[in-house]
């Protein structure tokens, strides 16, 4: 029963987000316009696709504008300006009275080909993609494991899942800079938790390869409440027959984990490792509050280097910063592609 | 190509700044007649010690001029610079008069940003000003803010250790490696505290060996030139022989405390960390034992980088004329021995030094030494931004294995990404 409810009901919603605007009125619409086009002309079709959908469309176009101005707009400007020599001191101004009209050429694809001929670029891309693929690697099997182990009837069962929600609700700032504290190699927690158990202090933060471990540390501590309030719902959705049946069977413990457990959480891991790669991604507070990119920028993924372009470093280098933008939003949307051919190969309703 | 778009915008830029404040100019002087009135908002960037004080000194104003009404704002230095260029840049917000850092000046008048303020009210006895202080005033030609406070590094001592090592306050660094040893063999702590976690603190090794960032006149980056790396040389020689200690973040806190709590011997701070360092347990009851002298030599010179605030008036503001006066008053004799007095800060006007109750002043005697060394940093629109390439540099050759040569060679290339627009060789 429960079952159904996930997995049949899991990629309805899941298509309509997909196209929670369009979608709807694009599908019947163009169906439509097959139908009608073959009896009558252009404007026939179009006049009874409208006295025909007018309210649905009416119902969808404020969506569709308040998008428009809030996505639409800024994403078009980013590319528009990726494409010029933008910056602080050439776009227009107006400064009280006066108005300094803006000063900057269409330069084409200059600063692409100058960002992608450059070793910067492609050592931050290397990082930022270990640095996504440990986040989620290790926040997916951490999530998963505690889901499992809260879903059984333990004593103070609810008391541990508050706690573990608790970093949830705790701004994500606040926490870095609670965990910053505890990096501090001289006078943090951690270090002197070390220095009892005679370990030499650990330079956190100071280290190349450390501040790689205490970003997705503390990334990985951000990101396993959600991973367990998913998996928890996941699980709860797989029916207790199925464990009994297996249990006659004689399936041992590793062999139901394996067979029933993993293939009932499937649909909604696969939509949870999206979305988390996603963010951490793009995670700007973790890496920016932490390191600031540092020790010599071996923690600097690509997000907060943009962000050094266009914020820190003066005259605010805009077009630069708006094409390292484009180049994210491309490896995100090549990596989603991929990433649902790969499942739809799998047999998922996507 | 590149090179003449680059030049004619920039050109365009200041051809039209120049006509538009002209305008602005002569309506504020048609106005100079009469009394002044009206709204002038400042926005004040001094820390929380002081920030009271400032309060207090900015509505004094009103009480010279009963017609304006002075609205403060306190900014946090942090923020400071990217609000006021948010809200200069997207015209709405902006202060009439800002509290401005030094290194902030050229960067908002190339942006347009700030009224010139030569042949104004607000420029008022500009022949008192400290020379290095007024230097960072001016862009181009033209004269954009008004010195308020001014301060740089000097090198703390712990006089209590220092006697105890039975050694001197080290005049140069290779002194300062001697006395280290010496301070750990008598009295097992460690001489040195050095910041390795913000770049403002690679300026007195630079200085030190003869060096600088760039040389704007000759359009010339210089920080990859023989002292660039002998600089960061001496740093990791500091640490790697022991006689310093270092973080590459949160040295700020650390310093401090390491220096409070007697682990250190001495520290490279500015005046702003004076009043810290006495609350700590090595000074809370024994004031005298805190020394200050000027930062140590390095093989060529000593040099410390000048620090310190101006007050600059926003181009685009209603009131002109009255931001000028005000900024006029802030930058004044009798507000500047008001602020020594009441928060032990360096004036900005030679005259003011005479006053007793100025020369009496013990921080003043500290830093005034120091101050009148200062090495006056380039004062060019990119300044700001020179400073992240040396942070990660710093980070490479004190905590990693690169070399020094290899360190200035990377921030010698880093500055000419930086600075291509301008055709920096």
């Given at each position: 029963?429960?079952?159904?409810?996930?997995?049949?009901?899991?990629?309805?919603?899941?298509?309509?987000?997909?196209?929670?605007?369009?979608?709807?009125?694009?599908?019947?619409?163009?169906?439509?316009?097959?139908?009608?086009?073959?009896?009558?002309?252009?404007?026939?079709?179009?006049?009874?696709?409208?006295?025909?959908?007018?309210?649905?469309?009416?119902?969808?176009?404020?969506?569709?504008?308040?998008?428009?101005?809030?996505?639409?707009?800024?994403?078009?400007?980013?590319?528009?300006?990726?494409?010029?020599?933008?910056?602080?001191?050439?776009?227009?101004?107006?400064?009280?009275?006066?108005?300094?009209?803006?000063?900057?050429?269409?330069?084409?694809?200059?600063?692409?080909?100058?960002?992608?001929?450059?070793?910067?670029?492609?050592?931050?891309?290397?990082?930022?993609?270990?640095?996504?693929?440990?986040?989620?690697?290790?926040?997916?099997?951490?999530?998963?494991?505690?889901?499992?182990?809260?879903n059984r009837q333990v004593r103070g069962r609810s008391f541990y899942r508050i706690g573990m929600i608790v970093p949830w609700g705790i701004p994500a700032f606040v926490s870095v800079f609670a965990w910053k504290m505890l990096f501090n190699e001289k006078n943090g927690l951690l270090n002197q938790v070390l220095d009892g158990g005679g370990i030499d202090a650990v330079p956190w933060l100071g280290d190349p390869f450390w501040a790689k471990v205490?970003?997705?540390?503390?990334?990985?501590?951000?990101?396993?409440?959600?991973?367990?309030?998913?998996?928890?719902?996941?699980?709860?959705?797989?029916?207790?027959?199925?464990?009994?049946?297996?249990?006659?069977?004689?399936?041992?413990?590793?062999?139901?984990?394996?067979?029933?457990?993993?293939?009932?959480?499937?649909?909604?891991?696969?939509?949870?490792?999206?979305?988390?790669?996603?963010?951490?991604?793009?995670?700007?507070?973790?890496?920016?509050?932490?390191?600031?990119?540092?020790?010599?920028?071996?923690?600097?993924?690509?997000?907060?280097?943009?962000?050094?372009?266009?914020?820190?470093?003066?005259?605010?280098?805009?077009?630069?910063?708006?094409?390292?933008?484009?180049?994210?939003?491309?490896?995100?949307?090549?990596?989603?592609?991929?990433?649902?051919?790969?499942?739809?190969?799998?047999?998922?309703?996507? | 190509?590149?090179?003449?778009?680059?030049?004619?915008?920039?050109?365009?830029?200041?051809?039209?700044?120049?006509?538009?404040?002209?305008?602005?100019?002569?309506?504020?002087?048609?106005?100079?007649?009469?009394?002044?009135?009206?709204?002038?908002?400042?926005?004040?960037?001094?820390?929380?010690?002081?920030?009271?004080?400032?309060?207090?000194?900015?509505?004094?104003?009103?009480?010279?001029?009963?017609?304006?009404?002075?609205?403060?704002?306190?900014?946090?230095?942090?923020?400071?610079?990217?609000?006021?260029?948010?809200?200069?840049?997207?015209?709405?917000?902006?202060?009439?008069?800002?509290?401005?850092?030094?290194?902030?000046?050229?960067?908002?008048?190339?942006?347009?940003?700030?009224?010139?303020?030569?042949?104004?009210?607000?420029?008022?006895?500009?022949?008192?000003?400290?020379?290095?202080?007024?230097?960072?005033?001016?862009?181009?030609?033209?004269?954009?803010?008004?010195?308020?406070?001014?301060?740089?590094?000097?090198?703390?001592?712990?006089?209590?250790?220092?006697?105890?090592?039975?050694?001197?306050?080290?005049?140069?660094?290779?002194?300062?490696?001697?006395?280290?040893?010496?301070?750990?063999?008598?009295?097992?702590?460690?001489?040195?505290?050095?910041?390795?976690?913000?770049?403002?603190?690679?300026?007195?090794?630079?200085?030190?060996?003869?060096?600088?960032?760039?040389?704007?006149?000759?359009?010339?980056?210089?920080?990859?030139?023989?002292?660039?790396?002998?600089?960061?040389?001496?740093?990791?020689?500091?640490?790697?022989?022991?006689?310093?200690?270092?973080?590459?973040?949160?040295?700020?806190?650390?310093?401090?405390?390491?220096?409070?709590?007697?682990?250190?011997?001495?520290?490279?701070?500015?005046?702003?960390?004076?009043?810290?360092?006495?609350?700590?347990?090595?000074?809370?009851?024994?004031?005298?034992?805190?020394?200050?002298?000027?930062?140590?030599?390095?093989?060529?010179?000593?040099?410390?980088?000048?620090?310190?605030?101006?007050?600059?008036?926003?181009?685009?503001?209603k009131n002109m004329r009255t931001a000028q006066e005000f900024a006029k008053y802030m930058s004044s004799a009798e507000v500047q021995q008001r602020t020594t007095e009441e928060l032990s800060l360096l004036p900005t006007r030679e005259s003011v030094y005479d006053k007793p109750s100025v020369r009496g002043n013990k921080m003043v005697e500290f830093f005034k030494p120091a101050v009148d060394e200062a090495v006056q940093r380039p004062w060019i629109?990119?300044?700001?931004?020179?400073?992240?390439?040396?942070?990660?540099?710093?980070?490479?050759?004190?905590?990693?294995?690169?070399s020094p040569e290899e360190a200035a060679d990377k921030v010698g290339d880093d500055f000419r990404k930086l600075l291509k627009d301008q055709d920096y060789k």
């Amino acid at each position: 029963m429960a079952v159904e409810t996930t997995t049949g009901s899991r990629p309805a919603p899941a298509a309509g987000d997909g196209g929670s605007t369009a979608g709807p009125g694009r599908g019947s619409g163009g169906g439509d316009a097959d139908r009608t086009g073959r009896k009558s002309g252009a404007s026939g079709r179009l006049g009874r696709a409208v006295s025909r959908y007018w309210y649905a469309w009416a119902m969808v176009a404020p969506v569709v504008g308040v998008i428009g101005v809030i996505v639409g707009y800024p994403l078009l400007r980013g590319v528009y300006l990726s494409l010029t020599d933008a910056d602080e001191a050439n776009v227009e101004r107006v400064i009280g009275v006066n108005h300094l009209p803006a000063t900057y050429k269409f330069t084409g694809l200059d600063n692409y080909v100058s960002i992608l001929g450059d070793s910067v670029f492609w050592d931050r891309l290397g990082w930022t993609v270990v640095w996504t693929a440990g986040c989620v690697g290790v926040t997916f099997v951490l999530g998963l494991t505690l889901a499992v182990m809260l879903n059984r009837q333990v004593r103070g069962r609810s008391f541990y899942r508050i706690g573990m929600i608790v970093p949830w609700g705790i701004p994500a700032f606040v926490s870095v800079f609670a965990w910053k504290m505890l990096f501090n190699e001289k006078n943090g927690l951690l270090n002197q938790v070390l220095d009892g158990g005679g370990i030499d202090a650990v330079p956190w933060l100071g280290d190349p390869f450390w501040a790689k471990v205490a970003v997705i540390a503390v990334n990985v501590w951000l990101g396993v409440p959600f991973m367990i309030v998913a998996m928890l719902g996941a699980l709860q959705g797989i029916p207790g027959e199925l464990y009994e049946a297996a249990e006659m069977d004689g399936a041992g413990p590793w062999q139901r984990f394996r067979n029933i457990t993993l293939p009932g959480l499937r649909a909604v891991s696969s939509t949870v490792v999206l979305l988390s790669t996603i963010w951490t991604f793009n995670m700007f507070p973790v890496i920016y509050l932490l390191t600031r990119g540092g020790p010599e920028d071996s923690t600097e993924i690509l997000v907060t280097y943009a962000f050094r372009l266009s914020f820190i470093n003066s005259p605010r280098d805009f077009a630069t910063s708006a094409a390292w933008g484009v180049l994210i939003l491309v490896l995100l949307s090549l990596f989603t592609v991929v990433y649902r051919r790969a499942l739809r190969r799998q047999g998922e309703v996507w | 190509m590149r090179r003449v778009t680059a030049v004619t915008a920039a050109a365009a830029v200041l051809a039209l700044t120049a006509t538009a404040c002209g305008g602005d100019g002569g309506s504020s002087d048609n106005a100079g007649k009469g009394e002044i009135a009206g709204t002038v908002t400042y926005w004040d960037t001094s820390n929380d010690a002081e920030k009271g004080t400032y309060k207090k000194i900015a509505e004094d104003f009103e009480k010279k001029h009963p017609k304006v009404d002075v609205k403060y704002v306190h900014v946090n230095f942090g923020d400071a610079n990217q609000k006021f260029k948010n809200a200069a840049g997207g015209n709405s917000g902006a202060p009439d008069v800002m509290r401005t850092e030094v290194a902030w000046v050229a960067d908002f008048a190339n942006l347009g940003y700030l009224a010139p303020l030569d042949g104004t009210p607000a420029l008022d006895d500009a022949g008192d000003y400290l020379k290095t202080a007024a230097g960072s005033t001016r862009f181009k030609g033209k004269t954009y803010a008004v010195p308020q406070v001014t301060d740089t590094l000097g090198l703390f001592y712990n006089k209590k250790m220092l006697k105890e090592a039975g050694v001197g306050v080290p005049g140069s660094f290779d002194e300062l490696k001697k006395s280290a040893k010496k301070i750990k063999s008598k009295t097992g702590k460690t001489g040195l505290y050095l910041r390795g976690d913000d770049p403002y603190w690679f300026l007195p090794y630079l200085y030190g060996e003869g060096g600088d960032l760039v040389d704007p006149t000759a359009k010339k980056v210089t920080v990859d030139d023989a002292p660039g790396a002998k600089a960061f040389a001496r740093m990791k020689d500091l640490v790697d022989s022991g006689a310093a200690v270092t973080d590459s973040s949160d040295g700020q806190e650390n310093g401090l405390k390491a220096f409070q709590d007697g682990d250190v011997a001495m520290i490279v701070d500015g005046p702003w960390d004076i009043a810290g360092a006495q609350q700590g347990k090595e000074f809370k009851d024994d004031k005298d034992n805190l020394g200050v002298a000027p930062v140590p030599a390095g093989s060529k010179a000593a040099g410390s980088p000048q620090g310190g605030w101006n007050l600059s008036v926003y181009a685009g503001t209603k009131n002109m004329r009255t931001a000028q006066e005000f900024a006029k008053y802030m930058s004044s004799a009798e507000v500047q021995q008001r602020t020594t007095e009441e928060l032990s800060l360096l004036p900005t006007r030679e005259s003011v030094y005479d006053k007793p109750s100025v020369r009496g002043n013990k921080m003043v005697e500290f830093f005034k030494p120091a101050v009148d060394e200062a090495v006056q940093r380039p004062w060019i629109a990119e300044g700001n931004s020179l400073f992240e390439p040396v942070r990660g540099q710093m980070d490479a050759v004190l905590t990693g294995g690169r070399s020094p040569e290899e360190a200035a060679d990377k921030v010698g290339d880093d500055f000419r990404k930086l600075l291509k627009d301008q055709d920096y060789k």
